[in-house]
């Protein structure tokens, strides 16, 4: 199955904000929205990702808070990516390589969607459970026709 696969038809874009915006901003965008992560755009190219857990990164660090933070400063840039046309199991092996939970799916500088891991997860276990009942369909066929 190729990642292009999983982004769904007709599925609005994924939340953006702008690389000038505040942390503050952003996490009540994150809020507002629903979602667990923003991408971050700059001259209307993403530019990166600012998800939730960075959110909580940033309160936990040793900054008392993120006043005058940017977006800019702070995002995740996209540097692990995928092309629509690559595998799951290369966008999987990719984000597992970079310890990421965000995949942000890429035609050139466009940006297509965003896919997690856990969804890649499950698209390559069904794979792969796939795969093991076929081979355990050929393993009775061989045994069927021993007997």
């Known amino acids: 199955m190729k990642l292009g696969d999983l982004l769904p038809a007709g599925r609005p874009a994924p939340p953006t904000v702008a690389a000038q915006v505040g942390v503050a901003e952003a996490v009540a965008r994150l809020v507002a929205e629903q979602t667990g992560f923003l991408v971050v755009v700059q001259g209307g190219l993403a530019v990166g990702l600012f998800a939730a857990a960075d959110a909580l990164g940033l309160l936990a660090g040793p900054r008392p808070g993120f006043e005058?933070?940017?977006?800019?400063?702070?995002?995740?840039?996209?540097?692990?990516?995928?092309?629509?046309?690559?595998?799951?199991?290369?966008?999987?092996?990719?984000?597992?390589?970079?310890?990421?939970?965000?995949?942000?799916?890429?035609?050139?500088?466009?940006?297509?969607?965003?896919?997690?891991?856990?969804?890649?997860?499950?698209?390559?276990?069904?794979?792969?459970?796939?795969?093991?009942?076929?081979?355990?369909?050929?393993?009775?066929?061989?045994?069927?026709?021993?007997?």
């Open 68 to 147: 005058g933070l940017t977006m800019e400063q702070v995002a995740a840039g996209l540097r692990v990516r995928a092309s629509p046309h690559e595998s799951v199991h290369t966008g999987l092996q990719r984000l597992l390589d970079h310890d990421g939970t965000l995949l942000p799916i890429m035609e050139g500088d466009v940006l297509l969607g965003v896919l997690d891991l856990r969804l890649l997860v499950r698209c390559a276990l069904a794979d792969l459970t796939g795969e093991i009942d076929t081979l355990n369909r050929y393993i009775r066929n061989l045994h069927d026709a021993a007997d």
